[in-house]
């Protein structure tokens, strides 16, 4: 069974940095790409970076020379550092692996 568990979310002033971890496991992590997501309240859940296997990124304009994507498959771990982060990157942030595999989601708050 697929299992993935963010961790690392926070308060953090504008301005700020944060890591955030999704350890997965029950899956062959390197073969997969993953994602991060995000999800503010009363908006819909959109895309802010993902990675292949190969180590390809992608990333949402709005995060675009923010923040990093990156994994380590010797810990079956994809992580998101977010840099000069912003009160509208405030959201639950949430891991995602290829097949609609998803963790519960870490909550980030960026303070004004």
């Known amino acids: 069974q697929v299992r993935l568990v963010e961790s690392g979310g926070g308060l953090v002033q504008a301005g700020g940095s944060m890591r955030l971890s999704c350890a997965a496991s029950g899956t062959i992590f390197s073969n997969n790409p993953m994602g991060w997501y995000r999800q503010a309240p009363g908006k819909q859940r959109e895309l802010v970076a993902t990675?292949?296997?190969?180590?390809?990124?992608n990333y949402a304009d709005s995060v675009k020379g923010r923040f990093t994507i990156s994994r380590d498959n010797a810990k079956n771990t994809v992580y998101l550092q977010m840099n000069s982060l912003k009160p509208e990157d405030t959201a639950v942030y949430y891991c995602m692996r290829q097949g609609n595999y998803w963790g519960r989601g870490t909550q980030v708050t960026v303070s004004s």
């Open positions: 990675i292949t296997s190969g180590g390809s990124t």
